[in-house]
């Protein structure tokens, strides 16, 4: 109601879709001063293959073009953004049907007001099914 002094603690979000390959979606303090922390799905050896069949180009005699091709692969993840070591704001990069589902954003903020302090981050990320196909 209006006038009352309860303070308002919903954090908003913001999305953007680039094209049809990049989506993202956020909540919380994502400010590029601040510490981050980052888990990336690695791409199977059977999608390295699949990619590279559909992606034949000639390649250079000097070119690394294979190497760290697993390793490098920063197409699914999550980013948190960390204020003297506690979560404060969260960045979901093209994880599958992010729009549209409300508890990925809703987990989000829970994990934003927990701070998960002290706790293991690849397992906090698996709260957003990083790993998911």
């Not at 000639?58 to 979560?87: A, C, M, T």
Request: overall charge negative; proline content about 2%.
């Amino acid at each position: 109601m209006a006038g009352d002094s309860q303070s308002y603690r919903h954090q908003s979000m913001f999305w953007c879709s680039l094209g049809s390959s990049i989506e993202y979606e956020a909540v919380g303090l994502v400010d590029s001063s601040l510490q981050t922390y980052s888990v990336f799905r690695k791409k199977s050896d059977e999608e390295i293959k699949e990619d590279k069949s559909n992606t034949e180009k000639p390649k250079d005699k000097g070119s690394n073009n294979d190497r760290n091709s697993k390793v490098d692969n920063y197409e699914h993840g999550v980013i948190f953004y960390l204020k003297d070591g506690q979560i404060v704001g969260v960045v979901l990069w093209n994880l599958n049907s992010f729009r549209g589902n409300p508890s990925r954003m809703d987990i989000a903020r829970q994990v934003i007001m927990d701070g998960a302090q002290g706790k293991d981050l690849t397992e906090v990320a698996k709260l957003f099914n990083v790993y998911a196909d």
